[in-house]
């Protein structure tokens, strides 16, 4: 593989969940890109298929109800859906990291961090066949911690993740992302539920990082400002389909989707008076369970015209890097009659 190539491709990969109610059809011929190096957002509201698309590409969508229907998974050139459970396990947190949202759902609180950490660090040196002995992990999770700029580390490793802050807690789980020298790091809403100051916090570490060790990182959250801040590319998700993609600033620029628009009004715009209404789109994100077709977002779309049921209707390519999934593409979307 070349120094420029993708370390990601996710082509046309298509997700359905068997429920009682029926098949839901969960992802619907989600294609994605990552370069190394490269930051790529993935926005949307909460249900579009962000997490799902996520924990697929870790292998850890259970199965079932979940089932694989079609596409492909490119990692480093090869498909991670030809593989073994063993061999996805041993790419999961060393070759590939994630770091979840919610972070005391996944610090065990009968453990200390130093339990924590260095089990996992001593997993990944066995999976890579080079042993590391449990003193030897130590020093590298003290090591990590101050990395991830906690504070006397060396003493702190030692205690429970209820003596931590949410983003202390955070930083520490960002720190056993790293401890596998990972090529990609998938962030899942890390900034969830945290005050501004330490979103700001996060996200800088997660840039510094990124920037210093090279790795494809994709950040998945419901917030456009934190996307226009850190990513080079944006995918817009809705309904378990990109239905805009491109450049973060092509896309904040001159957004082309209508849902694109929807999330940006969205955004509390700084000078806004009070009493005066905030953006807001109408609706909710319909069940993905029954036969879906067209643009799921034509029921709560203002601009919704002929042709949105169009079972045909794809992701079109517009220029190179940029695509929208609208029929009003190839002509110049307006937004002026759209109602507030």
Not at 275 to 286: D, E
């Given at each position: 593989?070349?120094?420029?190539?993708?370390i990601?491709?996710?082509?046309?990969?298509?997700?359905?969940f068997?429920?009682?109610?029926?098949?839901a059809?969960?992802?619907d011929?989600?294609?994605?890109?990552?370069?190394?190096?490269?930051?790529l957002?993935?926005?949307?509201?909460?249900?579009c298929?962000?997490s799902?698309t996520?924990?697929?590409?870790?292998?850890?969508?259970?199965?079932?109800?979940?089932?694989?229907?079609s596409?492909?998974?490119?990692?480093?050139?090869?498909?991670?859906l030809?593989?073994s459970?063993k061999?996805?396990?041993?790419?999961?947190g060393?070759r590939?990291?994630?770091?979840?949202?919610?972070?005391?759902?996944?610090?065990?609180?009968?453990?200390?961090?130093?339990?924590?950490?260095?089990?996992?660090?001593?997993?990944?040196?066995?999976?890579?066949?080079?042993p590391?002995s449990?003193?030897?992990?130590?020093?590298?999770?003290?090591?990590?911690?101050?990395?991830?700029?906690?504070?006397?580390?060396a003493k702190?490793?030692?205690?429970?993740?209820?003596?931590?802050?949410?983003?202390?807690?955070?930083?520490?789980?960002?720190?056993?992302?790293l401890?596998?020298?990972?090529?990609?790091?998938?962030?899942?809403?890390?900034?969830?539920?945290?005050?501004?100051?330490?979103?700001?916090?996060?996200?800088?570490?997660?840039?510094?990082?990124?920037?210093?060790?090279?790795?494809g990182?994709?950040?998945?959250t419901?917030?456009?400002?934190?996307?226009?801040?850190t990513a080079?590319?944006v995918?817009?998700?809705?309904?378990?389909?990109?239905?805009?993609?491109g450049?973060?600033?092509?896309?904040?620029n001159?957004?082309?989707?209508?849902?694109t628009?929807?999330?940006?009004?969205?955004?509390?715009?700084?000078?806004?008076?009070s009493?005066?209404?905030?953006?807001?789109?109408?609706?909710?994100?319909?069940t993905?369970?029954?036969?879906?077709?067209?643009c799921?977002?034509?029921?709560?779309?203002?601009?919704?015209?002929?042709?949105?049921d169009?079972?045909?209707?794809?992701?079109?390519?517009?220029?190179?890097?940029?695509?929208c999934r609208?029929v009003?593409?190839?002509?110049?979307?307006?937004?002026?009659n759209?109602?507030?």
């Open positions: 593989m070349t120094e420029n190539s993708n990601l491709q996710i082509e046309e990969l298509v997700i359905h068997d429920t009682f109610e029926g098949v059809q969960v992802l011929g989600v294609s994605l890109d990552l370069a190394r190096g490269q930051t957002g993935v926005v949307g509201e909460t249900g298929g962000k799902i996520s924990k697929a590409v870790l292998g850890l969508l259970p199965v079932p109800p979940a089932r694989m229907v596409g492909r998974i490119m990692f480093d050139g090869e498909d991670l030809t593989k459970g061999e996805i396990e041993d790419i999961r060393t590939i990291a994630m770091i979840f949202q919610d972070p005391m759902t996944y610090l065990n609180p009968v453990f200390s961090i130093e339990k924590q950490m260095v089990d996992v660090i001593v997993r990944h040196g066995k999976t890579k066949r080079e590391v449990r003193k030897e992990a130590r020093e590298k999770a003290v090591e990590l911690l101050e990395a991830v700029q906690i504070p006397g580390a702190r490793i030692r205690e429970y993740p209820h003596e931590f802050s949410g983003g202390m807690r955070q930083r520490v789980l960002i720190a056993m992302a401890s596998g020298q990972p090529e990609l790091l998938i962030a899942d809403e890390p900034t969830t539920a945290l005050d501004v100051t330490i979103q700001a916090q996060i996200l800088s570490l997660l840039a510094s990082i990124q920037k210093e060790f090279r790795m990182l994709i950040l998945i419901h917030d456009l400002g934190v996307v226009a801040r080079d590319r995918a817009v998700m809705y309904c378990g389909q990109i239905v805009e993609s450049n973060v600033e092509d896309v904040f001159d957004p082309l989707h209508p849902y628009r929807g999330l940006m009004d969205c955004i509390p715009v700084p000078g806004t008076r009493g005066q209404p905030l953006g807001s789109i109408p609706g909710i994100v319909p993905p369970i029954g036969d879906l077709w067209g799921a977002f034509r029921n709560r779309c203002s601009m919704a015209r002929a042709g949105c169009d079972k045909n209707l794809a992701l079109t390519e517009i220029s190179p890097g940029r695509a609208c009003m593409v190839g002509a110049k979307t307006d937004f002026s759209r109602e507030p």
